[in-house]
Nanobody, 129 residues
Framework: EVQLQASGGGLVQAGGSLRLSCAASGFTFDDYTIGWFRQAPGKEREGVSCIYNNENDDRTVYADSVKGRFTIARDNAKNTVYLIINRLKPEDTATHYC????????????????????WGQGTQVTVSS
């Protein structure tokens, strides 16, 4: 059974950094596509980043709104994908989720939630001004 567990959220001041973790089990992790999403109160869930494997090389995709501040990375030895968020802003306050799609992507990865079927439980990020 494919399972994902997100962790690492917390309360931080604007300008700080966080490293979110997505621990995975039940599938061949180093070959898999993983996406990170966030949902703020009263807003739709939005994709922020995803990572996929192309010819044994990890490739990354970022939403325009987070480019330059967010970094996604995979540690195959730990079956974990990280989302590092720098220069946090109050508008980053949201529940952050990791997810996996039902297929392996090779040439790109989607950042819309509908493409993903397995979701972690979410981790809350709150940024104070």
């Amino acid at each position: 059974e494919v399972q994902l567990q997100a962790s690492g959220g917390g309360l931080v001041q604007a300008g700080g950094s966080l490293r979110l973790s997505c621990a995975a089990s039940g599938f061949t992790f180093d070959d898999y596509t993983i996406g990170w999403f966030r949902q703020a109160p009263g807003k739709e869930r939005e994709g922020v980043s995803c990572i996929y494997n192309n010819e044994n090389d990890d490739r990354t995709v970022y939403a325009d709104s987070v480019k330059g501040r967010f970094t996604i990375a995979r540690d195959n030895a730990k079956n974990t994908v990280y989302l590092i968020i720098n220069r946090l802003k109050p508008e980053d306050t949201a529940t952050h989720y990791c997810a996996a799609p039902p297929v392996v992507y090779r040439n790109n990865c989607p950042t819309f939630p509908g493409a993903y079927t397995t979701w972690g439980q979410g981790t809350q990020v709150t940024v104070s001004s």
